[in-house]
């Protein structure tokens, strides 16, 4: 037996493309802020960032597609005024695990 799916408009979507080139871009401004939110709505590379004090003043956490895909959304940075770029790959995400606690002898 077969499930029929309803879709609107007709089409399928399409479905979204595997992003397993995972990396963090810090980014200096130039003479004016970035915006944050027309960067993330303009790239679907962009899965989140944090607004920075110190060497960088934004850090964006990246999923893309492949490298060509990498260096597009590192062009568009500099294109949009940002002084620097710094492009750090992810190589495996830690996450903390829970606690062992052992008896003190």
Known sequence: ??????????????????????AVARVSYGPLPLDFDRLAAEFPAVRGGLALAGDADLELRLACTGPAELRAVAAALHRAG??????????????????????VN
């Not at 799916?5 to 995972?22: S, W």
């Not at 002084?83 to 052992?102: C, M």
């Open 82 to 103: 940002a002084a620097s770029v710094r492009i750090d790959l992810v190589l495996r995400t830690l996450t903390p695990g829970p606690v062992t606690l052992r008896p």
């Open 1 to 22: 037996m077969t499930a029929l799916h309803l879709v609107p408009g007709g089409r399928e979507p399409e479905p979204e493309p595997a992003r397993p080139l995972h």
